[in-house]
């Protein structure tokens, strides 16, 4: 049974930083290719970042240059580094398998961004 548990988020200035980490259980972790997720309030849940078994990343446009994703496959661990916080980051923030496995979502980890 696939187990994904998110953590690491909480309220943080416009222009501040966090680090949200994920560790999964029950999947062969360093050949899929994961993903964080997130979904605001009233809005779909979008991809926001992907990483490859090989580290090779991609960014959707709205998180470019600001966002990090990482993996530790040692750990079963994959993170987002979030830098220069936007408002619009509000979000709750899920890690998953790229594409997602959609019986398989965590609790998610709520990032909110004051203005």
């Known amino acids: 049974q696939v187990q994904l548990v998110e953590s690491g988020g909480g309220l943080v200035q416009a222009g501040g930083s966090l680090r949200l980490s994920c560790a999964a259980s029950?999947?062969?972790?360093?050949?899929?290719?994961m993903g964080w997720y997130r979904q605001a309030p009233g809005k779909r849940r979008e991809l926001v970042a992907g990483i490859s078994s090989s580290g090779r990343t991609n960014y959707a446009d709205s998180v470019k240059g600001r966002f990090t994703i990482s993996r530790d496959n040692a750990k079963n661990t994959v993170y987002l580094q979030l830098n220069s916080l936007k408002p619009e980051d509000t979000a709750v923030y899920y890690c998953?398998?790229?594409?997602?496995?959609?019986?398989?979502w965590g609790q998610g980890t709520q990032v909110t961004v004051s203005s």
């Open positions: 998953n398998k790229y594409p997602p496995d959609l019986g398989s």
């Open positions: 029950g999947i062969r972790f360093s050949i899929n290719v």
